[in-house]
């Protein structure tokens, strides 16, 4: 299994441009997440999907969209990106609810300059 | 005040020491969990804990819900534990994480 992949691994984006963040799980798992983290601040929850076709607001949704067609994917959407857009993003799964263990991937380092 | 807070945020021990990092919490939970991020950035879950203690290899972590308290010990630590451990809760009755800023661990061979 490969578990948690996420592409790319960097991005630069100039203000005003979009983008999507790609994530997918082979292991099954009905719940996805999307995280940021910005230096010396904790993991915050974007957004989560605890099905295909069910998606629901994290902590900091403004400025992100996702979308959850099937099982296995769970594309991160970047519109009209912003400086304060700028962290490392962390896609991650479990089997159920957060009281199982969350798998994550690599993570996409993104500069908006 | 953060929900979740640790202590210290930043360690340097020598090759051998034993090693706590703590954690506490202001709000209900269902779970707590410990997680690892490597100096290259990928996070792996150490342990999920919900009551008493759970171990690991040189790995201990231990949880006392009364006084909202969790610690992870590393016996024995070596350079390889050198890492950010991270601590996170799930809050009861939704499906968020909140998570710690980290403890920075260096491990000095």
């Known amino acids: 299994n490969a578990g948690v992949t996420q592409t790319p691994k960097f991005r630069i984006l100039k203000i005003g441009q979009s983008m999507t963040l790609q994530c997918a799980q082979d292991m099954n798992h009905n719940y996805m997440y999307w995280y940021r983290q910005d230096p010396g601040m904790g993991l915050k929850l974007i957004y989560y999907?605890?099905?295909?076709?069910?998606?629901d607001k994290g902590e900091v949704p403004n400025g992100y969209n996702v979308s959850r067609s099937t099982t296995e994917d769970f594309p991160l959407r970047l519109e009209l990106a912003a400086p304060s857009q700028t962290s490392v993003y962390f896609c991650?799964?479990?089997?159920?609810?957060?009281?199982?263990?969350?798998?994550f991937g690599p993570g996409t380092r993104l500069t908006v300059t | 005040k953060n929900e979740v807070e640790q202590s210290p945020q930043n360690l340097t021990a020598q090759e051998g020491e034993f090693i706590t990092i703590n954690c506490s919490y202001s709000?209900?939970?269902?779970?707590l969990h410990w997680l690892q991020q490597h100096p290259g950035g990928g996070i792996v879950s150490l342990f999920m804990?919900?009551?008493g203690k759970k171990k690991h290899g040189r790995l201990i972590a231990t949880i006392n819900i009364q006084e909202k308290h969790s610690s992870l010990h590393i016996t024995a630590s070596h350079p390889r534990d050198s890492a950010v451990y991270i601590c996170a809760v799930t809050t009861s009755g939704t499906y968020k994480y909140i998570f710690g800023t980290g403890t920075r661990l260096k491990v000095l061979a």
């Open positions: 709000v209900g939970i269902s779970a």
């Open positions: 804990l919900s009551s």
């Open positions: 991650a799964s479990s089997y159920s609810g957060p009281d199982y263990e969350q798998y």
């Open positions: 999907s605890v099905g295909a076709g069910i998606t």
